[in-house]
């Protein structure tokens, strides 16, 4: 999952660092999910949806890959996001609607009560499994092009989201760093032990300053970091029902 | 209002041009909104404020003015907000957050009602008045560096919006092409007369292809976008309140 946000920090450099990147993970055999969580109106969308999921298809760039996913953000609804669904199902690519997000204040919005007695996440949660039920988005998995993002740290409202949205993969960062545990995520997963794609980026990424790292390896920042992912492993596994 | 969709549809070529066009526009003395429509979680929000509201501080690009605004999603919360705040505070500069969108199915989520009785928007609303009422953001004008998004098409719901956010100034889309007319957007301004920013994007780029336009002015692209900028100009001027 690589965020385009810290790429356009670096403005048209970034922006080639961030395909630079994802051709390399592409040549590594990774798939990648390109977390730049867009949303706009519809004409507007199928602009986002061609720069940010599509193939590049202009002649410099005919031999770029694009994201196998991305994320984005269900706020204009969902004449918002037909253009991404258009552009994943014709290139057989994926989306992660946001719909319970990792930060401190997303409650606010997000666990605001309707009239209905659902929460706003829970009404997007409706919508999003809506659109994921489409049989032409559903693979032989059962799962379907469309998923969800739900945050490690939305510990009371996992289950219900899980279940409310079961042809959808989970995409649920906030692990690590931002305080989500093992036993937060289990939720997440179908009790198959699928469902759900659990991220970690600071608790990896910065593991070379993270002292539990230093003192075993000191200044060996790859090893630091290869640690910090088998320790991440270890307990995702611990998580997932057997 | 330059927005970025249409030039991340080149990838970086694309963001070069932005970046090109907004040095253009500045140079001509012209207020400038970035429509990027950002919105993430606290850390990743610092990184889109540096990147698409701060003014560029690397070496190669430190002549580089960036916009003077910009749009943001709401959906983290202020958490998600709070970094776009900082820099709008700093740089003097302004955010206009998404409260009312334009597209058809914004009403999906934004005019779902809450238990409280307020729909979506206006509980968003509420929160982008008290954030946009800190004395430290409101100028001598009475308005706030903080506004609002509120489209043309919401011809019901805009003279409460209006009357929520007595602090910000609307950036009103969705005249013209989208279907919102002068007698909808009267109530988006206060009874002086200010307090609105009304787009037309569509209705003035595509007047070249307009046959109102190229009836009078055959291939003469120029003077059919200068007409259609005159005619909205004063189909503006004559819905604001005397």
Redesign the interface.
């Known amino acids: 999952k690589i965020?385009i946000?810290?790429f356009?920090?670096?403005?048209?450099?970034?922006?080639?660092a961030y395909?630079d990147l994802i051709q390399e993970a592409d040549r590594a055999g990774l798939i990648v999910i390109g977390d730049c969580?867009?949303?706009?109106?519809?004409?507007?969308?199928e602009?986002?949806a061609?720069?940010?999921l599509a193939e590049?298809d202009?002649a410099n760039?005919e031999d770029l890959t694009g994201p196998d996913a991305i994320t984005v953000?269900?706020?204009?609804?969902?004449?918002?996001l037909q253009p991404f669904i258009d552009v994943a199902r014709e290139e057989q690519k994926g989306l992660f609607v946001?719909v319970r997000?990792?930060?401190?204040?997303?409650?606010?919005?997000?666990t605001?009560?309707?009239?209905s007695g659902m929460t706003?996440a829970e009404?997007?949660a409706r919508?999003v499994e809506n659109w994921a039920a489409d049989p032409t988005l559903v693979g032989h998995s059962g799962y379907s092009a469309i998923g969800a993002v739900v945050g490690a740290t939305a510990r009371e409202e996992i289950a219900t989201l899980r279940a409310m949205m079961p042809h959808c993969l989970f995409l649920v960062?906030g692990f690590g760093a931002?305080g989500g545990t093992a036993s937060d995520i289990g939720a997440c997963f179908k009790p198959d032990g699928t469902g759900a794609l659990v991220t970690a980026s600071?608790s990896v990424i910065y593991a070379f300053d993270d002292m539990k790292y230093v003192e075993r390896f000191t200044s060996e920042w790859e090893k630091c970091i290869e640690q910090a992912c088998k320790d991440f492993v270890a307990e995702v596994r611990n998580a997932v029902p057997k």
Chains 1, 2 share one sequence.
């Open positions: 965020n946000a810290f356009e920090r670096y403005y048209a450099d970034g922006l080639d395909f969580k867009r949303g706009d109106i519809g004409s507007t969308a602009m986002y061609s720069a940010m590049p202009f760039l953000n269900p706020y204009f609804g969902l004449d918002g946001l997000t990792s930060n401190p204040s997303a409650a606010e919005l997000q605001a009560k309707l009239e706003v009404f997007v919508q960062p931002q600071r």
